[in-house]
């Protein structure tokens, strides 16, 4: 069963650029997460999809960053523009259920460096 | 905002010795789960233990639930060098999943 992918596994860009990360979660996976991992600290949620539909997206910085998950498989990110605290390392991941017992797959992440 | 907090943040021990890692937690939960991360790569999971079981094992993983202290344990017996990884309690409030900031193993061969 291949995991979830995720691309680019590392970017590096300017402050007020714009940047775009990719998931492709585990064929089947019904939910899809978006975290951000800062330098020291645990994943924290920015978004769920469950489907194509958002469940979760209370932690989102909406006034930059997006997310779609165009027919309920594939997902991007994006940032726009970047800050330099939103270096961090974006995971993805992907679980069959959501709610209870929803273990979750994770991606090898896409670190970000905003300079 | 994190629910679970880990300690201790940093433990290093030997090859063969064991490893406790805590976890506390604010509100009732579904279930907690334990995840391990390597560097550079995404989480793991490692186990999953129910709101109403109070301990689960497998193979050299041992984790206990007393939710009446919103408090978890994770003990890694007979520690390896590939131990060696950062560790996150993650709680399921429902729809809604909350890691910690994690433990940091070293296990020095």
């Known amino acids: 069963e291949a995991g979830v992918a995720q691309s680019p596994r590392y970017k590096i860009i300017e402050k007020r650029q714009s940047v775009a990360f990719w998931c492709n979660p585990i064929s089947g996976h019904a939910t899809l997460y978006w975290y951000q991992q800062i330098l020291g600290q645990g994943p924290k949620l920015l978004i769920q999809f469950q489907n194509n539909g958002v469940v979760d997206d209370s932690q989102l910085p909406k006034d930059r960053f997006s997310a779609e998950r165009l027919k309920g498989v594939d997902s991007t990110l994006k940032i726009q523009p970047a800050k330099l605290e939103d270096s961090a390392v974006y995971l993805c991941?992907?679980?069959?259920?959501?709610?209870?017992?929803?273990?979750?797959?994770f991606g090898a992440g896409t670190r970000l460096s905003v300079l | 905002s994190q629910q679970g907090e880990e300690d201790p943040q940093a433990l290093s021990i030997q090859e063969g010795e064991n490893a406790t890692m805590n976890c506390s937690y604010k509100?009732?939960?579904?279930?907690l789960q334990w995840y391990r991360q390597n560097s550079g790569r995404g989480l793991v999971h490692l186990i999953l233990?129910?709101?109403?079981?109070r301990e689960k094992h497998s193979g050299r993983l041992r984790v206990t639930l007393d939710t009446s202290k919103k408090s978890s344990s994770l003990l890694i017996t007979a520690s390896r060098a590939a131990d060696t990884a950062s560790y996150f309690c993650a709680t399921d409030l429902g729809n809604d999943m909350r890691f910690g900031a994690g433990t940091r193993l070293t296990v020095k061969p």
């Open positions: 233990i129910r709101s109403n079981e």
């Open positions: 991941a992907s679980s069959l259920l959501a709610g209870a017992k929803n273990i979750q797959y």
């Open positions: 509100t009732s939960i579904n279930n």
